[in-house]
């Protein structure tokens, strides 16, 4: 791998390997660059052969306008995004890291469940594809492996009391904090910025603390669940999951580049997290991969990510906001996506609710998810994803501000 060459070149030679103009992780660059083009080289040869294994969407009649010629179109476009994500890491990325570890797992995994629901939607001719509930059960899975690691793992750390201070000599000073275990987690908007998991279990007393994975654990299988469901709701015009994914993955990298430098954590004030700067090698990778499938899948879509790529893509945001101590800003930063499930959960209770009651069940949206409704209303679909999009920039700004709005 070619880590350990830019990591010996680095020690043995003290050349840059490590760092780009001294703050760029020199290997997250070349990840971004090598996604990008296994993603539009060799993504045009996934597609091409994805036509020749006629693994075409089978479009239901919805009545959207357009939808007629959308069948035929090829789909488990989400394989583009896990080869272009994954080779980048193996080549540039610490694999032993705990961190990118959890990373490869869940793009894996996700990517495994997704590609059997793909495979059953096309080749089984069934539309429902794979059962719900064995899809709940493969996300509560892996919540269940990605919290359970951050909670146990020896080195899942953060800093504590990490500081620079100017003594009266006027000198940097620099104090060096003990890294600790610990439950904390970013919370916007107020004066620390810090939540502890262990605040919610410590009314039972002192030895609570021992117990608090019983809280955190859940925490993350319902993280991991919401969010992978919400980015698969989300895909269902071209362009609109892969562009407001990169979006968000892209403010993640934002924030896993501040968590994993002391000097950036210290001035921001923000938790300082021991190893996870080399998540930013995964987090470009990612990006690269999902710009680089945007490519194909702008409209009009000469390939659909399918369920291989949405699953995939939702788990992987949700892990990389858990890892870095940012998963309570994702309602904000993946508002999107909770809007889109929020649409359909509404739909569907209110439907039952008045068909309940009424006899008749009503609807809030012409169409849930969101995205449809405004296809309904007569949008075009470029110009429904391409405000979407705008609407994802003002979230990863208002994300990023709360780094400092307290």
Not at 59 to 81: C, H, N, Y
Not at 240 to 253: E, K, N, Q, W
Request: aromatic letters at 12%; charged letters at 15%; proline letters at 2%.
């Amino acid at each position: 791998m070619l880590y350990y060459l830019f990591d010996y070149l680095e020690k043995e030679y003290q050349l840059p390997g490590a760092s780009l103009f001294g703050f760029i992780s020199f290997r997250a660059v070349m990840a971004i660059l090598f996604s990008l083009v296994i993603a539009t080289v060799y993504g045009k040869k996934v597609i091409l052969m994805l036509q020749r294994k006629q693994i075409g969407e089978s479009i239901r009649d919805l009545g959207l306008q357009g939808q007629e010629q959308k069948a035929g179109t090829p789909t488990m476009g989400g394989l583009i995004i896990i080869m272009a994500t994954l080779i980048p890491v193996l080549l540039f990325a610490d694999i032993l890291n705990v961190y990118v570890i959890l990373l490869i797992v869940t793009t894996l995994w996700m990517g495994v469940i997704g590609f059997i629901d793909d495979y059953i939607k096309i080749f089984k001719k069934d539309k429902k594809g794979l059962k719900g509930k064995f899809k709940i059960l493969g996300q509560v899975v892996l919540g269940l492996i990605v919290g359970a690691t951050l909670y146990f793992h020896p080195q899942v750390t953060m800093r504590d009391h990490d500081k620079s201070i100017i003594t009266k000599q006027y000198e940097v000073e620099h104090i060096k904090g003990m890294d600790i275990k610990s439950t904390k987690t970013t919370v916007p908007f107020i004066k620390n910025n810090e939540f502890d998991y262990g605040n919610l279990i410590a009314w039972a007393g002192e030895g609570a603390k021992d117990y608090v994975w019983l809280i955190f654990i859940p925490m993350i299988i319902l993280i991991v669940t919401a969010v992978s469901n919400g980015a698969n709701l989300t895909d269902g015009i071209d362009g609109l999951a892969a562009g407001t994914s990169a979006i968000i993955v892209f403010t993640l990298g934002i924030f896993t580049w501040v968590s994993g430098n002391i000097i950036f954590s210290d001035y921001l004030d923000i938790m300082y997290i021991t190893g996870v700067g080399e998540l930013l090698v995964f987090v470009t990778a990612f990006v690269g991969a999902l710009v680089g499938f945007l490519w194909y899948n702008a409209f009009p879509a000469t390939v659909f990510m399918g369920d291989t790529g949405s699953l995939t893509i939702g788990g992987v945001i949700a892990v990389i906001a858990i890892i870095i101590r940012k998963e309570l800003l994702i309602p904000v930063l993946c508002g999107i996506f909770f809007a889109e499930s929020i649409s359909v959960m509404l739909q569907v209770g209110y439907f039952k609710y008045t068909k309940k009651k009424l006899g008749e069940g009503k609807r809030i949206f012409l169409m849930a998810p969101l995205h449809h409704h405004y296809q309904k209303r007569g949008y075009h679909e470029s110009k429904i994803v391409t405000r979407f999009w705008i609407v994802g920039i003002m979230l990863a700004i208002i994300t990023v501000v709360t780094l400092k709005i307290r």
